[in-house]
């Protein structure tokens, strides 16, 4: 799709609280990105001991990207709070893929975390701007404002793996999880992380819980994609069976983890959908409570 130019708005007082809050949900974004990129052990995923399944990336990769993102989210954010068209948060989008992929030396290690937390991030700002989205979860708002538009990208869309997957499998993917106002993130993720957190594991125990929960859930097509129908259905049972057992509450998970660690690469698996959707639900999560003008 060709760029949609757009620049902000003229700096009036009003205009400039709102950069500032702008500002603050970028780094919320930001923050999600690097507590999922820190958070060990993630069975086939990058972490700071290793680089999972993937031979191309490691975690300074992850870092580099997570820097050059600097910003991206907050002008999503302003362009929600604009109420700009769905063209122009896709022209944003793209800047940060572009941002992305020259830091990272044409590594793709962001482009679902920048859909995903970008899109949350416009409906937080979408939100502050018309009162009669009071009361929804940003979720709900990107289903609400931008739903048509993510169903029809997605039948319009060029041939990624994404896609790809899509028409192999059926699976909705990224878009569709989006167009649906997130139903993974706020009917799985996010009441897993919460469950955790009221139990008084700290916060990355937490996420690696949510991570795992997720895992038994998703229709993860980055496991489509890597290791087929087979592939998928590997970590999911395997995560079930994790779960079953008792999780991240439950003496001795790490080793656990690290043992399907070493199974998932071994099967050049990574479950990166899930890994998104932690990020998002720790978003989501951090977005309950964001209030602009504070």
Not at 116 to 130: F, I, P, S, Y
């Amino acid at each position: 799709m060709e760029a949609v130019a757009w620049s902000p708005p003229a700096p009036d007082a009003r205009h400039r609280g709102l950069r500032v809050d702008c500002r603050r949900l970028d780094r919320l974004c930001q923050d999600a990105l690097q507590h999922e990129a820190m958070a060990w052990p993630k069975p086939g995923l990058v972490t700071p001991v290793d680089s999972g399944s993937h031979s191309d990336m490691h975690i300074g990769t992850f870092f580099a990207s997570i820097d050059a993102l600097q910003g991206s989210f907050a002008m999503l954010a302003l362009a929600g709070a604009r109420s700009q068209p769905f063209a122009v948060l896709q022209a944003i989008g793209v800047e940060a893929e572009r941002k992305m992929l020259l830091a990272t030396c044409g590594i793709n290690t962001h482009r679902g975390a920048i859909f995903n937390l970008g899109l949350l991030a416009a409906a937080a700002g979408r939100q502050e701007a018309d009162s009669t989205l009071a009361g929804l979860s940003c979720g709900a708002v990107v289903a609400r404002v931008w739903g048509a538009d993510l169903a029809s990208a997605r039948r319009d869309a060029a041939a990624s793996h994404g896609n790809l997957v899509f028409k192999r499998f059926a699976a909705g993917g990224a878009r569709m999880e989006a167009a649906t106002g997130f139903p993974t993130v706020y009917g799985i993720g996010l009441p897993a992380l919460r469950r955790l957190l009221a139990a008084g594991h700290e916060r990355e125990t937490a996420l690696i819980g949510t991570l795992l929960t997720l895992m038994e859930h998703l229709l993860d097509t980055n496991l489509l994609w890597r290791g087929g129908e087979a592939g998928l259905g590997f970590v999911r049972q395997a995560a079930a069976d994790f779960n079953r057992a008792g999780g991240v509450d439950a003496p001795g998970w790490r080793d656990r983890l690290l043992a399907l660690h070493r199974a998932f690469v071994e099967r050049n698996l990574s479950p990166g959908g899930s890994a998104d959707l932690m990020a998002a639900s720790w978003a989501a999560h951090q977005l309950e409570t964001f209030s602009f003008g504070d």
